[in-house]
């Protein structure tokens, strides 16, 4: 006879009484993530994809580019995107749970997050209404672009974020962002 295995649901409240012990805890529908601290190369992709958007994003006025420790909270789930851009919060002070979507959310992959980031992280993104979710592979040096009602794509020379519709966009070289070969 087949055994039936239960997982545990997390709530957020489990979640925020876990050790700060360098690790990253998210919660994704009930499901605990844990990943190890990042690796050099994954910071310095985050570095210099930081310093082409930082320009971008205060020149069009679109908000701030956040890093971890800032988190997207939806419908029970918490997680610290490698990277997003968004608005600020309207009063300081508040909750991460009124806190803006973001118009663009990047994750770059490791070894301990590929499954995540392409499945759970992806639909959570995107059922919370993100515009744009650019997932990263260090590995095959390409991005995949996610939208909502649009097929993904990826990309390998470059990447164009056009955050508002018919206003400047901002085209990414991947060779500046993963270094080059």
């Known amino acids: 006879m087949p055994m039936v295995t239960s997982r545990k649901v997390w709530t957020l409240e489990e979640l925020h ?22 690796t050099d ?18 020149a069009n006025r679109l908000g701030f580019v956040y890093h971890p ?3 997207l909270r ?35 992959l490791s070894g301990s997050t590929r499954r995540r980031d392409r499945a759970e992280k992806k639909d959570l993104y995107m059922d919370a209404g993100v515009a744009e979710y650019w997932i990263m592979d260090p590995e095959r ?18 990447v164009i974020w056009e955050p508002v519709v018919g206003a400047s966009s901002l085209v990414v070289l991947l060779a500046d962002v993963f270094g080059r070969a």
């Open 17 to 38: 009484s876990l050790p700060d012990d360098g690790n990253k805890y998210e919660l994704v529908r009930g499901e605990l993530f844990v990943t190890p601290p990042p």
């Open 41 to 58: 190369e994954h910071e310095t992709i985050l570095a210099r994809l930081s310093m082409l958007l930082v320009p971008f994003v205060a």
């Open 69 to 71: 420790r800032a988190v």
């Open 74 to 108: 939806f419908q029970g789930s918490e997680v610290e995107p490698d990277l997003m851009v968004r608005q600020p919060q309207p009063e300081p002070g508040r909750d991460w749970d009124v806190a803006p979507i973001p118009s663009l959310v990047v994750e770059v």
């Open 141 to 158: 040096r390409s991005v995949t672009v996610v939208r909502p009602s649009e097929p993904d794509r990826v990309e390998r020379e470059r």
